[in-house]
């Protein structure tokens, strides 16, 4: 098991920045894959980063990339993803989640374990 507790997210103006993290526990070495997720309100849960736990490679969703910045620290084992340039469609639910498959998964059901998940608002 895995278990994946994220910090709050929070309500942030347009162009600002917001940092979400995870705290990683449980049997990791069965999940080598870590990402975060989103879900807006009446539409599917989307990928929006992800990461080799112990290799660090990333990959990331064309509707973030170079604005997020996904990254880990082993010691502490917590997942982050740093956010800059918010825009109001960045507004929803945050998941972080792990996954038994190394590469670049990008699939919401190929993710066993997930974050309860972080509100996070982008308005003026």
């Known amino acids: 098991q895995v278990q994946l507790l994220e910090s709050r997210g929070g309500l942030v103006q347009p162009g600002d920045s917001l940092t979400l993290s995870c705290i990683v526990s449980g049997r990791t070495s069965s999940t080598p894959t870590m990402g975060w997720f989103r879900q807006a309100p009446g539409k599917e849960r989307e990928f929006v980063a992800g990461?080799?736990?112990?290799?660090?490679?990333?990959f990331y969703a064309d509707s973030v990339r170079g604005r997020f910045t996904i990254s880990r620290d082993k010691a502490k084992n917590t997942l982050y993803l740093q956010m800059n340039s918010l825009k109001p469609e960045d507004t929803a639910v945050y998941y972080c989640?792990?996954?038994?498959?190394?590469?670049?998964?990008?699939?919401?059901?190929?993710?066993?374990?997930w974050g309860q998940g972080a509100q996070v608002t982008v308005s003026s």
């Open positions: 989640a792990a996954t038994p498959f190394a590469g670049g998964v990008i699939t919401a059901s190929d993710y066993d374990y």
């Open positions: 990461i080799r736990w112990n290799q660090g490679s990333y």
